[in-house]
């Protein structure tokens, strides 16, 4: 057969083109794509919860006391590690980690069915014992997330509404 008088596109071709169309689009989803409302309160209640499971770790692992201070207001969070259970002792002591929740808000924290207002101080201990909490967070009253602990259960649980 003689394919001399036919134009066709070789292999090498249709790659190089297949090639730029995913390079393009892929540049594409990138640029358009970014965080929904509800991918982005999932992800800051996650940098939370992890905290909050980290300082639990090192509590029971040094055993020694540390103090998650959030305010309500800012949605900033420091993480201290005070000698004793004093308001004192806890403003003195050394800040072993800050944060914030970019764009979250807090509208409810609960301890042992008492609604908390203004800061919110989490002790963690080496006996990792501790009263049963929630946190109620929210992005632009679109989407909300409830952090909790179960006094006999050693994870934070997540739940979206």
């Not at 689009?25 to 409302?37: A, C, D, E, H, K």
């Not at 259970?85 to 509208?107: F, M, N, Y």
């Not at 924290?109 to 929630?134: H, M, N, V, Y």
């Amino acid at each position: 057969m003689d394919r001399r008088g036919q134009r066709a596109f070789t292999l090498v071709e249709l790659t190089v083109a297949l090639a730029l169309v995913v390079v393009l689009l892929g540049l594409v989803i990138v640029r358009f794509g970014g965080f929904t409302p509800r991918q982005h309160l999932a992800g800051e209640a996650r940098k939370l919860g992890n905290t909050i499971e980290t300082c639990r770790g090192m509590a029971a692992l040094e055993e020694t006391l540390y103090v998650l201070t959030l305010d309500r207001e800012t949605g900033a969070y420091t993480v201290r590690k005070p000698a004793e259970r004093s308001q004192a002792a806890i403003e003195r002591a050394p800040v072993i980690r800050t944060g914030r929740l970019d764009g979250v808000h807090l509208k409810t924290a609960w301890i042992q069915d008492k609604e908390i207002s203004g800061t919110i101080l989490l002790e963690f201990d080496a006996r990792c014992l501790q009263p049963a909490w929630r946190l109620d967070l929210y992005l632009e009253d679109k989407a909300a997330v409830s952090l909790s602990i179960d006094p006999l259960v050693n994870e934070v649980r997540y739940e979206e509404r």
